[in-house]
């Protein structure tokens, strides 16, 4: 860590909240430094005021929120104090930000070369060849294959982790004093999560930038972090380098929320049935997209071959990163999408042979939830008629399925009351709960849940996790788990199945996949785990 003055100090930063809210301040008093070439990672739960902060520096919040007292310091000017004018100035050139999610924060009708040249051209007035050179030079800055390529390239055509990347190589293209980094790997594979935050580390130490990390994963926070700020509705509880809050963390929260992080050791094997619920047997699924008379199409093999078992009452997850055909094989296995080869025997009938209106009828037996929550609940319907909606269409009378959706609530972990509000009046973790009980409402046999937890909390993915195994025992359910965080993997799967490019590269017993992989694939993703050695250290009994 510098000894230099720091970069930027907060001084008892307090930012009000509108009326009506649950509390009256986002922040209470804030008061923390960072200094030059050094990583500050601000870790806490949704609504710790985390978010809040870094954009109360950057002088971003709504209109009803309003920084009430404290100063923020920066570069011996007061930002509070700073015109609008004055503000411009600074961001983007003095204090940079990547985004959480990168598709929401680049324009989808520019290329990413344009969007990172208009940083210079905003703020310098170098020429246009200059610009060109500077762009391209900081796309291989960051790592991003063919740089030529990615600049001519929209949004839409990169990877998560190239977009990512993008984002990285804007905000770093005048050379900030600042960087803040609002949750940028929460939805990334564990391999370009490290890549990511191996970029973030080696360009602060090359650049000699001061970063704001904000997670609520401490396994990140192992892996980056110089010194750590926990917080927790709004107050700092804890504070201190990163080996002393992770090694002897004094405040119950901070325990709390180092608990709640995955362990990589499967919990001891439950004797499975021997009876399948679910066969897979040569599953393929090919896309083709483009081309003209069926010359020049592009065609993307996303599921080759696929051959897996599920034994009634068990929990299959299937792992692997973006792109490796997970999230297609459960859409051919609810029917959402056709499988071109292949049988899918559910309780000994072949769900791929299936017409349209025979799966409408039988979809009782199977249903999902997926990644996003609050995208797959329409938000004009109150949450009891969401979950009621499924058998009301199968029959069920109007009064009977709102009573039911009821204690469907109960059942999830939420107040029966509560069906009565939209989802956006709803956390992450309810929204769901919310779909999870929509999912139960038919009383499936086959519970398919595509990346459940992968935006959420440490602490929530927690609860949720705690609740699937729950349902699982209570139900008899037969689960399959898809998910890119093999700590979540380990914790809730009996097997596992590991794809890369459309196929199972290795299978079997949780236990024997995480405790002695075959494949070098496998191996390649446990060492990517941010924290791999944290987790393993702080493993807790498991779910």
């Known amino acids: 860590m510098s000894a230099t003055e720091p970069i930027l100090s907060l001084d008892r930063l307090s930012v009000r909240l509108p009326r009506g809210a649950d509390r009256t301040h986002a922040l209470s008093e804030v008061s923390l430094q960072i200094a030059a070439n050094e990583i500050l990672c601000v870790v806490g739960e949704s609504g710790s005021g985390k978010s809040v902060m870094a954009n109360a520096v950057m002088r971003l919040l709504p209109n009803e929120v309003t920084i009430d007292g404290g100063r923020v310091m ?48 905003t703020h310098t007035e170098l020429s246009k060849a200059e610009i060109g050179a500077r762009m391209l030079a900081l796309l291989a800055d960051v790592r991003i294959p063919d740089p030529k390529v990615a600049a001519k390239a929209y949004p839409h055509e990169l990877s998560g982790g190239q977009r990512q990347r993008a984002m990285i190589a804007m905000a770093l293209a005048l050379d900030p004093k600042l960087l803040i980094a609002d949750e940028p790997t929460t939805a990334l594979d564990v391999t370009t999560q490290a890549q990511i935050l191996k970029l973030i580390r080696d360009l602060q130490q090359r650049r000699r930038t001061a970063v704001m990390f904000i997670t609520h994963d401490f396994g990140v926070v192992a892996e980056i972090a110089d010194r750590v700020v926990v917080m927790q509705h709004g107050v700092i509880v804890e504070h201190g380098t990163a080996a002393a809050v992770l090694n002897h963390p004094q405040h119950a929260y901070t325990r709390q929320l180092i608990a709640a992080v995955p362990p990589l050791k499967a919990p001891p094997p439950r004797p499975l049935s021997a009876e399948n619920i679910l066969t897979m047997s040569g599953v393929s699924k090919t896309y083709r997209t483009g081309g003209f008379l069926g010359r020049g199409a592009r065609v993307t093999p996303a599921v080759r071959n696929v051959s897996l078992n599920l034994p009634r009452g068990a929990t299959l997850g299937i792992v692997g990163e973006s792109g490796s055909g997970k999230s297609t094989l459960a859409r051919c296995i609810v029917r959402l999408i056709d499988p071109d080869a292949g049988s899918i025997l559910l309780d000994g009938q072949d769900w791929a042979k299936l017409s349209r209106e025979q799966v409408r009828r039988e979809t009782r037996h199977i249903q999902m939830v997926f990644q996003d929550p609050f995208a797959s609940l329409n938000p004009r319907r109150k949450a009891a008629e969401l979950v009621a909606q499924g058998p009301i269409v199968h029959g069920t009378p109007r009064a009977k399925a709102i009573a039911d959706a009821r204690e469907l609530f109960a059942l999830v972990g939420l107040d029966p009351s509560a069906g009565d509000r939209f989802p956006h009046e709803f956390s992450g973790g309810q929204r769901q709960r919310i779909g999870l009980a929509r999912a139960l409402a038919l009383k499936p046999d086959v519970l398919v849940a595509d990346e459940p937890v992968s935006a959420l909390d440490v602490s929530v993915q927690a609860q949720v996790l705690k609740l699937l195994a729950e349902l699982r025992a209570r139900l008899g359910l037969s689960i399959i788990f898809i998910t890119h965080d093999l700590r979540v993997a380990a914790q809730i799967c009996d097997l596992v199945a590991v794809m890369k490019d459309g196929e199972v590269v290795e299978h079997g017993l949780a236990g024997q996949v995480f405790g002695d992989p075959q494949h070098p694939y496998t191996r390649a993703l446990l060492d990517s785990i941010p924290g791999g050695a944290f987790a393993r250290e702080h493993a807790i009994e498991a779910v």
């Open 74 to 121: 920066f570069e011996s000017r007061d930002l509070c104090a700073a015109s609008a004018a004055e503000m411009r100035k600074v961001r983007g050139a003095r204090i940079a930000m990547i985004f959480q999610e990168p598709m929401t924060a680049l324009n989808p009708l520019r290329t990413i070369g344009d969007q990172i040249a208009e940083m210079f051209s």
